[in-house]
């Protein structure tokens, strides 16, 4: 009698995996092609962030967490690979003008990311709990962790770079290193605030089509 549920679990995880892989497929493009990330003169602008939060929601924050990992590493080996000014703040490789990365790189590069689907993933959980079944409750609760997941990789990021790469940043961009955190700040608005809105956009719009698709 127990067969059929283990078989239905079988082909659920199977599933997952699939979903999993082509999410992990999705994420390695979007880094290697300019949909993934825009060359701007101090910071790139992303939209990676994107594919986690969603397959964090679709999947679990474990998942997520992964997917995560995987957009901070492609961070990492771009930074190395395809160095600017600043990719020393990404990768502990890469010595440029005399500063250098060292391993607080590989925690800006992929602790953020990492952070990305699970941050997601709670606020989602939380925002529908309140909800408690209200009209527009999914839609809500979609966006806000589309904001939510966006947010923690451009703060925790930015901050990351402000903390423990300040002196050797500013002088690599030619900043006062009194003014830099309002520089900080104007990315965090500037860039963050418009990307976030993209993601949650996008998030609310491709999971609800794939949950009406899921549950048919």
Known sequence: MQAAPNRTARSAAVRDMVVLALFTAIVLLMAATPLGLIDLPLIKATILH??????????????????????????????????????????????IGGYSGNMWSVVISIVPRVLIGVAAYYVYELVLKLARGKKGGQTVALGLAGIAGSMTNTILVMN???????????????????????????????????????????????????????NH
Request: net charge positive; no cysteine.
């Open 50 to 95: 994107v594919p986690v939060i969603i397959g964090a929601l679709l999947l679990g924050p474990k998942y997520g967490a992964y997917l995560g990992l995987v957009f901070g590493l492609t961070s990492l080996v771009r930074a190395t690979l395809t160095p600017t000014v600043t990719s020393f703040v990404f990768s502990p490789f890469v010595t």
């Open 160 to 214: 990351g770079i402000y903390f423990f790469f300040g002196n050797s940043y500013a002088a690599a961009s030619n900043k006062v290193v009194a003014r830099l955190y309002d520089m900080i700040l104007g990315v965090i608005v500037g860039f963050g605030i418009p990307e976030a809105i993209v993601a949650a956009i996008l998030t609310t719009a491709i999971v609800k089509a794939l949950l009406k698709v899921k």
